[in-house]
């Protein structure tokens, strides 16, 4: 009877070494991406937290006194160090921690409010008081063509006469006239 070479041994053993390494890494990449997917729906409630949480902070003004940005977006760029100050910080974990206690996005801005007073607005509300800053640009802006265009009325309503510097057209007789156009042709045919 034929007995298996030393070669048909080996060969039976790599391929018994790779179905095991296939199976492992298949369980591996497995239980990886089980993980995976639970770590990402942890984190997924987390971002939307930090996501909210900074959507809020646009609206705030970071109150370091130093780069009049929103909270949100406070990266002090050319500074000694690039990113939110230490103000904005802290009112991001506030503004953190009221959202975790199940409050609202009114809610939060007024409470940030109430602690940081109504300069912590990055725009004016669009009630109250706030709303004479949304109109004024506009009231100046008619206020201003309504001064120009009476100035222009006032203007062109001057009699000619009346305007300094420019006097009543002056009278020449046809005799004179006359005279000036001989004159000139005769000027030119020379």
Known sequence: MLRPTGRFHRTRARRRNVRHLLLTAVIALSANAAIAAQTSTAQTSGNDRTDRTHQIGNKLKCMCNGCDQAAGKCYHVGGNFSGPCDVAKTMLKEIDAQIAQGKNDDQVLQAMIAQYG????????????????????????????????????????????????????????????ERARERARRETDE
């Open 118 to 177: 109504p300069l912590a607005y990055v725009e004016p509300p669009k009630t109250g008081f706030g709303l004479v800053a949304w109109l004024m640009p506009v009231l100046y802006l008619l206020a201003g063509a309504t001064v120009v265009i009476l100035v222009m009325k006032r203007w062109r309503s001057r009699p000619a006469a009346a305007m300094p510097g420019v006097s009543a057209p002056v009278q020449v007789s046809p005799e004179i006239l």
